[in-house]
């Protein structure tokens, strides 16, 4: 004998009481759920991690790369630094002011990769989240 520890709590009967009854109901099946892979796994969320990632780097190192480059030719080239180019205008002052052109550079890199590699990804799995959400509350 099992020991119940709610011993007036009614228990449904185990046996049909009379023959007319109908039978119990059976439990619902569980729907079948979509082949698809979930999104957190999905294989699109690391390419567009990639893509990111080499957006950001591209961009980072054109404007960091020239800068660097300034500094190294500053420091161990002076006697390139006090040049003069053109006009009486040294080639450190002509390297100085190119630097704002490159940072422009660099920005408008990252938009043009962004919108060229990135977005795309991270729309279609804007949608598919959004699809997903809706079959989610549907359920």
């Known amino acids: ?16 009481t009379y023959p007319w009854q109908p039978p119990p109901p059976e439990p619902p099946r569980p729907r079948p759920q979509p082949r ?8 699109d969320l690391r390419i567009l991690r990639s893509a990111y990632r080499w957006q950001r ?6 404007a960091l790369g020239y ?13 390139f630094m006090t040049s003069t180019v053109t006009h009486g205008i040294p080639a450190g002052l002509l390297l100085a ?8 550079l660099a920005i408008a890199l990252y938009e043009h990769t962004a919108r060229r ?9 804007r949608k598919q989240a959004e699809l997903d959400a809706r079959r989610g509350a549907v359920r």
């Open 97 to 104: 002011l190119l630097q704002l052109p490159v940072t422009w």
């Open 117 to 125: 590699h990135v977005d795309p990804i991270a729309d279609r799995i």
């Open 57 to 62: 780097r591209t961009a980072t190192l054109t």
């Open 67 to 79: 800068f660097t480059l300034f500094l190294l030719l500053s420091a161990f080239a002076p006697a």
């Open 1 to 16: 004998m099992s020991y119940d520890p709610y011993p007036h709590t009614p228990q449904p009967p185990t046996h049909l």
């Open 36 to 43: 698809r892979v979930p999104l957190g796994h999905h294989s």
